[in-house]
T-cell receptor, first 109, second 113 residues
Framework: TQLLEQSPQFLSIQEGENLTVYCNSS?????LQWYRQEPGEGPVLLVT?????EVKKLKRLTFQFGDARKDSSLHITAAQTGDTGLYLC?????????FGTGTRLTVIP | ETGVTQTPRHLVMGMTNKKSLKCEQH?????MYWYKQSAKKPLELMFV???????ENNSVPSRFSPECPNSSHLFLHLHTLQPEDSALYLC????????????FGPGTRLLVL
């Protein structure tokens, strides 16, 4: 089993603060995806990173794939209440897909 | 809007009941998935269908029985469930398996009494 551990498990911050969440594994993945899940809904894909060292930006969100393709981070600048949700990373291999344990983010107004 | 719908959204059932969850995707995808999401656990992949054929069954108990009559519809038949089966059951679809972006439905929140 390829385990993806996310940290922190829970994060509560004030609106306007910056934050980083992490997704770590001992396994190499061909790509890594980040999803956000809001209460009562299914996960929605935010980004897919494929190349080791790759950095992608989506407005205030910055995603980085580790050089060895074993880990990834998500940085949010100036968090907003709309960023509240469960953030999931998922690693893909040739014939499998593994989800991480999730980080539950709460942004307080 | 994900294009994947699930019914019912909420379900309460006794351990002796038989019920079915339904998933429909309007995206023209060829792969469909059932996942189980429990508190404090990673999302667990249960079944994968590719072009209507089951390609993966991740050691799921036989009290869960999937059915995929065509590429747009996926069912999960439930019978004699246990309280620990209470969870959010998510359906997803993708153009091809694994490597492609998965689009999730809103899930069915299941409570087994």
């Amino acid at each position: 089993t390829q385990l993806l551990e996310q940290s922190p498990q829970f994060l509560s911050i004030q609106e306007g603060e910056n934050l980083t969440v992490y997704c770590n594994s001992s396994s190499v993945f061909s790509s890594l995806q980040w999803y956000r899940q809001e209460p009562g809904e299914g996960p929605v894909l935010l980004v897919t990173v494929v190349t080791g060292g790759e950095v992608k930006k989506l407005k205030r969100l910055t995603f980085q794939f580790g050089d060895a393709r074993k880990d990834s981070s998500l940085h949010i600048t100036a968090a907003q209440t709309g960023d509240t949700g469960l953030y999931l990373c998922a690693g893909t291999g040739a014939n499998n897909l593994f989800f991480g344990t999730g980080t539950r983010l709460t942004v307080i107004p | 809007e994900t294009g994947v719908t699930q019914t019912p959204r909420h379900l309460v059932m006794g351990m002796t009941n038989k019920k079915s969850l339904k998933c429909e995707q309007h995206l023209g995808h060829n792969a469909m998935y059932w996942y189980k999401q429990s508190a404090k656990k990673p999302l667990e992949l249960m079944f994968v269908y590719n072009f209507k054929e089951q390609t993966e069954n991740n050691s799921v108990p036989s009290r869960f029985s999937p059915e995929c009559p065509n590429s747009s519809h996926l069912f999960l038949h439930l019978h004699t469930l246990q309280p620990e089966d209470s969870a959010l059951y998510l359906c997803a679809s993708s153009q091809l398996t694994y490597q492609e972006t998965q689009y999730f439905g809103p899930g069915t929140r299941l409570l087994v009494l």
